[in-house]
């Protein structure tokens, strides 16, 4: 083989020199060893639940042939696409002009990319991914996002998702190490404009059935910088802006059993302006105090005990700029881990006492 590489007779080559030959293919001639960078354009792949469709697809680090290559990705039959590939090979994968549709119960489900690259995908799960330029839409409006980072992602799971179909089991499957989304605009169809310079997702993992239409997910997540424009409430109105400083959600610190035992939500400074041609009475009544801006921040806070089934309340209390606050804490006794995994089928008491101060 190597003679033929070379297109050197194999009579010409002996001993040393042959020993000298190999020694200089693996050390001065890697681009098959180490993997050329090979492009493929006009890629379609189909799977169970979606579509795949990329203008170009550049392949790094493989050292199979391009034709291998090509023949995986242009594939006519229905397959895993994170297993095909991580047949190839690959250190990364960039794809280009990128659009995913769903072909399951939601066929108006589809994700693009600008550019996609996907690093180390081994065994279903995939080390990094950075995209930029991305847009998700559904039957319901539009989002877009600059740029997208994510690391240790659950491939297989997050296209299983995208194509409706849910794990067979209630056991809990990491989906997503940590996610963060810049500079996303949403347009919903309710008419309600949304913008977040930030999103950040950690530790997220799902469970949930075949027969749930959605699973249930666990986490934390962190929006900052939001701003909503809402629809004008009268004809005569402007549309209104309210803006949050940031929004913290957080349900994590699983246990063996993966139940989460630390809960929080928070919102810091929302801010509602109170427009003086806004004739809604609750908006009047608010400028009669002398107001301007509606500012509130809220939080909850809160702790469960597995070994005292004891769900503390570290705090909640709702904060209005000029107006006051008002704070609770306090303690939920004997709490079943019924009341985190099967909510519809909670007995009616459960012997809890509570107690709160103001």
Same mark, same amino acid.
Request: aromatic share 4%; charged share 20%.
């Given at each position: 083989?190597? !003679?033929?590489?070379? @297109? ?45 469709? =990329? ?10 042939? /391009? ?10 039959? =229905? ?12 250190? !990364? #994968? ?14 108006? /489900? ?7 690259? #996907? ?37 297989? +799971? ?27 605009? !949403? ?11 930030? #999103?950040?997702? @950690? ?49 994590? /610190? ?31 009544? $608010?400028?009669?105090?002398? $107001? ?18 004891? +769900? ?21 006794? @004997? ?16 012997? =809890? ?6």
């Amino acid at each position: 083989m190597i !003679s033929a590489f070379f @297109n050197v007779p194999k009579a010409r080559l002996a001993g040393f020199s042959v020993g000298l030959l190999v020694a200089l293919t693996l050390v001065s001639v890697p681009a098959r060893a180490q993997g050329e960078t090979i492009g493929i354009r006009d890629v379609s792949f189909s799977a169970r639940g979606y579509v795949m469709q =990329a203008q170009n697809v550049e392949i790094a680090g493989s050292s199979l042939p /391009r034709a291998t290559i090509e023949a995986a990705l242009r594939s006519g039959e =229905a397959g895993n696409l994170p297993q095909r590939l991580e047949s190839l090979g690959a250190s !990364s #994968i960039t794809f280009t002009d990128m659009r995913l549709q769903s072909t399951g119960r939601s066929p108006n /489900r589809t994700v693009t990319f600008g550019r996609l690259v #996907i690093n180390g995908l081994n065994a279903g799960r995939i080390r990094s991914i950075q995209g930029s330029n991305g847009t998700w839409r559904t039957g319901q409006g539009e989002s877009t996002f600059a740029s997208l980072s994510a690391s240790g992602v659950a491939g297989g +799971l997050l296209l299983q998702l995208m194509g409706d179909a849910s794990s067979a089991s209630d056991d809990v499957e990491p989906l997503v190490t940590a996610t963060t989304f810049e500079r996303v605009e !949403s347009n919903p169809s309710s008419g309600i404009k949304l913008s977040i310079q930030k #999103i950040a997702l @950690n530790d997220v993992r799902i469970s949930g059935s075949a027969d749930r239409r959605l699973p249930d997910a666990l986490g934390a997540m962190e929006w900052s910088d939001v701003r909503f424009l809402l629809p004008a409430r009268t004809p005569n109105a402007t549309p209104m802006e309210a803006r949050i400083c940031s929004i913290v959600i957080g349900a994590d /610190r699983l246990t063996t059993d993966d139940l989460p035992t630390r809960y929080r939500l928070r919102i810091d400074n929302l801010a509602v302006p109170l427009p003086a041609n806004d004739r809604t009475p609750a908006i009047q009544n $608010l400028r009669g105090l002398g $107001l301007e801006e509606l500012s509130l921040t809220a939080a909850l806070e809160g702790n469960w005990s597995q070994r005292s089934r004891e +769900l503390k309340l570290d705090r909640l209390g709702v904060s209005a700029a000029n107006l006051g606050s008002i704070t609770f804490s306090g303690a939920l006794g @004997n709490v079943a881990p019924e009341l985190f995994t099967a909510p519809r089928v909670l007995p009616a008491h459960h012997g =809890a006492m509570l107690w709160s101060d103001r």
